[in-house]
């Protein structure tokens, strides 16, 4: 069992940056390929970012690409995702999964099986 718990959600104004970051534990962390997704009220989750197990590969949705950056510090048991030029669109609840797929390439196909509570992000004017 992998535990998942995210951070680094509030309240922002458009154009601002943010960082979210999941720590995880009961795990070997460097093993997993992580993923970001996120959930807008009255819409389904979509996929956001994924990052392979060494870190050498990223993937990143239509909708974020060129302003997200997935990144992650296996000796911190961390992933991290940084958003800039935030829109109203981007307001959701976003959520840190985890998957054993050790291919070099992971992104919206791929099968996550560990998933953290989300953290709020709300971004108005």
């Known amino acids: 069992q992998v535990q998942l718990v995210e951070s680094g959600g509030g309240l922002v104004q458009p154009g601002d940056s943010l960082r979210l970051s999941c720590v995880a534990s009961g795990r070997t962390f460097r093993n997993y390929a992580m993923g970001w997704f996120r959930q807008a009220p009255g819409k389904e989750r979509e996929f956001v970012a994924a990052?392979?197990?060494?870190?050498?590969?990223?993937t990143y949705a239509d909708s974020v690409k060129g302003r997200a950056t997935i990144s992650r510090d296996n000796a911190k048991d961390t992933v991290f995702l940084q958003m800039s030029s935030l829109k109203l669109e981007d307001t959701a609840v976003y959520y840190c999964?985890?998957?054993?797929?050790?291919?070099?390439?992971?992104?919206?196909?791929?099968?996550?099986?560990?998933w953290g509570q989300g953290t709020q992000v709300i971004v108005s004017s």
């Open positions: 999964a985890a998957s054993t797929f050790r291919g070099p390439v992971v992104g919206v196909r791929t099968d996550f099986e560990y």
């Open positions: 990052i392979n197990w060494a870190g050498a590969t990223t």
